[in-house]
């Protein structure tokens, strides 16, 4: 399920958001698969590493999360992924990736 706010638009596959409004903004992400996999994962803006927002275990898990502040210009695209992993995740549970504005 998706919610979202005013400023915020998410594509037609919910698989990217964007951002109406340039500001500081607070990125959180929480997915958990269905089976302990060795992988990564990691958010997107405008196609480039957000920085801090890396979970990449040493071991199998099935919980990745991470939450990081940072400055977006207005019409910046975000989105989470998978990557480092030769196979398919399924998720589990709720996922969410949160956006908000602080400034």
Do not use: C, H, W
Request: aromatic content about 8%; charged content about 10%.
């Amino acid at each position: 399920a998706q919610t979202s706010s005013p400023g915020f638009t998410m594509n037609q596959a919910n698989t990217v958001m964007t951002v109406a409004n340039a500001g500081r903004y607070q990125i959180s992400y929480k997915m958990n698969t269905s089976a302990a996999l060795f992988l990564s994962a990691r958010v997107r803006v405008n196609g480039a590493d957000l920085e801090g927002s890396l979970v990449s275990p040493s071991m199998s898990v099935n919980n990745f999360a991470s939450t990081v502040i940072a400055n977006l210009s207005a019409g910046s695209t975000i989105q989470v992924q998978f990557f480092g992993f030769l196979g398919v995740a399924v998720l589990a549970g709720d996922a969410f990736l949160s956006v908000v504005k602080l400034q």
